[in-house]
Structure formats: structure tokens, C-alpha cells
């Protein structure tokens, strides 16, 4: 079955920097879009960036661009989210989800604060 591992998460100071990780199975990896999603404490999960099946497009929520950046290395059938210049507002449990399937991972948290 779809499995979605997510890890990185951590606490980060404000204009720190985080690269999450996920780590996927039971698919083909190669030929899905993979997005992450974030969930903050009372709010919706949101999406925070896409990328196509072979890393040639990416998209990024308002809130995000200039400071993330998501990425993919299909031979490890892995999808990556660099996170720069970190805000609190950033602060939540960060998923990562295959397209066309309705399966999430556990979610990693990432807590900024000073």
C-alpha cells in the first residue's frame, strides 16, 4: 500500500533553515506529482508546494515563495522540502502527499520560535 514517511521537522530559531524529508513506497513514484501540505494548531492543512513527476515544474503557496524550495530525487523515491529564512507563521506539522492517492504520513513537526 501507499506509504508517505515524513521526517526533518524540528525547532528552528526565526531566519533559521530546515530541509524535510519523505520517503515514499507502494507507488510509482516517477510518475506521480508530490506536494507538501502543513497544518497549523486551528487552521486547515494548506498546500505549500507541488512538483511534476520529473522535477521539471514546481508551485509554491503566497506565504512561501522565495523561501522554499521542493525538490525530488526519483531514484530514491524521495521528495524534499528546503525551508529558508523560517517565520513562526511556518510553524506546523508538514505532510508530504502523492497525487491521485488519499493517503498522508504521520507528518513531521516543525516548531519556529525563539
Known amino acids: 500500500q501507499v506509504q508517505l514517511v515524513e521526517s526533518g521537522g524540528g525547532l528552528v530559531q526565526p531566519g533559521g533553515s530546515l530541509t524535510l524529508s519523505c520517503v515514499t513506497s507502494g507507488f510509482t513514484f516517477s510518475n506521480r506529482i508530490m506536494s507538501w501540505y502543513r497544518q497549523a494548531p486551528g487552521k486547515e492543512r494548506e498546500l505549500v508546494a507541488a512538483?511534476?513527476?520529473?522535477?521539471?515544474?514546481?508551485n509554491y503557496a503566497d506565504s512561501v515563495k522565495g523561501r522554499f524550495t521542493i525538490s525530488r530525487d526519483n531514484a530514491k523515491n524521495t521528495v524534499y522540502l528546503q525551508m529558508n529564512s523560517l517565520k513562526p507563521e511556518d510553524t506546523a506539522v508538514y505532510y508530504c502527499?502523492?497525487?491521485?492517492?488519499?493517503?498522508w504520513g504521520q507528518g513531521t513537526q516543525v516548531t519556529v520560535s525563539s
Open positions: 512538483i511534476t513527476s520529473a522535477g521539471g515544474t514546481t
Open positions: 502527499k502523492a497525487a491521485g492517492f488519499v493517503s
